[in-house]
């Protein structure tokens, strides 16, 4: 029913990304293990799709892709040299850019790689799972609900795969809250909504994110945030 309201890309994007979120959600939920070979794959769709909709903005995607690329292969040496030189490449295309939402992805996926180091993405298929979403959506997909009319500023404040990370935080915390909360009422343990009661103790309950992503994914194409800017 949403494919009425949507352009081709957005389509495209629609398909792509949830054929591989809802098999790595399949994987995380089952075996706790995702294959790494979906975030080459969706990245590079997304690349592709991306240099065809955005082709005057080829450099900025060029670096998103290097830098995922060079992530997913594990080329550790020289890492930070080379992030820095990323770096200022994208700041000098900032500064001459027509539209510097390309340039914030760019950061952004610096970022996300760098908030699974500190631990604060826990894993790193959640970190290659937002990264990809950034370079196959670097902008709101257009016309991907009969809502969005979503103007630049807002790429610019909170681009999408913020939105998707800020829905998913939400849909983690309420869906695995609750079933934690119900094992341990099962259980007949006190209630707590991070750990679950099992043979005596209190084990933290590591959640498949990539579940609530891809859900949040979903509710972005029905709902965004900036529907109605």
């Known amino acids: 029913f949403i494919f009425i309201f949507m352009d081709l890309h957005s389509i495209l994007i629609f398909i792509s990304s949830l054929i591989i979120l809802s098999i790595a ?11 790494n070979i979906l975030w080459l794959i ?8 991306s240099i065809i909709y955005y082709k005057n903005f080829w450099p900025e995607l060029t670096l998103m892709y290097i830098l995922i690329i060079a992530w997913y292969f ?49 894993g790193k298929a959640d970190a290659r ?8 959506a670097p902008k709101y997909p257009s016309g991907f609900t009969y809502l969005t009319n979503v103007k630049n500023i807002v790429n610019i404040l909170f681009p999408y795969s913020l939105e998707i990370l800020f829905y998913a935080l939400i849909i983690n915390a309420i869906v695995f809250g609750i079933y934690v909360s119900y094992k341990n009422y099962k259980n007949g343990a ?40």
Do not use: C, W
């Open 74 to 122: 594990d080329i550790m040496f020289y890492e930070y040299i080379m992030d820095a030189i990323i770096l200022i490449i994208n700041i000098y295309l900032m500064i001459n850019s027509s539209d510097i939402s390309f340039n914030i992805d760019v950061f952004l996926i610096m970022v996300y790689k760098y908030l699974f180091f500190i631990n604060l993405i826990q």
């Open 25 to 35: 959600s399949y994987q995380d939920i089952k075996t706790r293990y995702i294959d």
């Open 190 to 229: 006190k209630i707590s909504f991070t750990h679950i009661y099992s043979n005596g103790e209190y084990k933290k309950y590591e959640t498949p994110f990539i579940f609530s992503m891809t859900l949040a994914f979903i509710l972005s194409y029905i709902l965004s945030l900036f529907s109605i800017i």
């Open 42 to 49: 969706l990245s590079t769709i997304g690349f592709i799709l």
């Open 129 to 136: 799972a937002i990264m990809s979403i950034t370079i196959i």
